[in-house]
């Protein structure tokens, strides 16, 4: 299962269908909080959010902060415009991001590269 966290419901359905293609179980959020939630009742194997959300109280870095507490091997993916210096484990990608680079940061954040 992933988790999508991201406030733009274009993005949010992009990555969903990505998602979905690759038979992965979908569950996705448009704020931190209601990711976070997610997060414990859901337990997805994978998390992809963006980093800045416009309005949210709990941004992406604050999520990851939260959810690396709660389960520190959990692959986690955050999307940007902008790199920044991320927690180890932690995966970049650039947005926007085509499929290619979609699978190969889901492979590095599995492996734990």
Do not use: C, W
Request: hydrophobic residues 45%; charged residues 25%; proline residues 5%.
């Amino acid at each position: 299962m992933i988790l999508i966290v991201d406030d733009n419901e274009s993005v949010r359905g992009f990555l969903g269908a990505y998602a979905e293609l690759r038979h992965y179980e979908v569950v996705m959020a448009s704020s931190g909080e209601e990711g976070l939630r997610l997060f414990k009742e859901k337990a997805p194997d994978i998390v992809i959010t963006d980093r800045s959300r416009p309005g949210d109280s709990m941004q992406g870095d604050a999520l990851v902060e939260e959810i690396r507490k709660i389960s520190p091997l959990t692959p986690i993916i955050v999307l940007s415009a902008n790199r920044f210096n991320l927690p180890s484990g932690v995966v970049f990608l650039q947005k926007p991001a085509s499929i290619v680079e979609l699978d190969a940061a889901i492979a590095k954040a599995i492996s734990g590269d």
